[in-house]
């Protein structure tokens, strides 16, 4: 079975920086997105950044850009999010997701994504 488990968050002053990671196991993700979607209180999921297994091609959300890199590690079969200069708006749980890529790009929209992880929580204070 395909599982994802996210890892790294935590609580955090605004400024400061969280590395989340996401452990794959269950199958060959060659030609899925790999993306870290997050969710803040009352508010409904939304996408934050994204990368193509096989190509390592990266998506982001305009909110995050050049703050979030999202990476992986193929040997390993991990995905990060190196989150830096976090922002009390940046506070929500964080869920790994993998999804097919569709004329070679991952979707935003969270239906798209055939697996999730269970969320990790990430905090920042002001």
Known sequence: ???????GGGLVQAGGSLRLSCA???????GYAMGWFRQA??????FAAAISWSGGTTYYTDSVKGRFTISRDTAKNTVY????????????VYYCAAGRL???????NPPMY???????QVTVSS
């Open 1 to 7: 079975q395909v599982q994802l488990v996210e890892s």
């Open 24 to 30: 794959a196991s269950g199958r060959a993700f060659s």
């Open 41 to 46: 209180p009352g508010k409904e999921r939304e």
């Open 81 to 92: 999010l190196q989150m830096n200069s976090l922002k009390p708006e940046d506070a929500a």
């Open 102 to 108: 569709y004329a070679g790009r991952p979707s935003r």
């Open 114 to 120: 055939d697996y999730w992880g269970q969320g990790t």
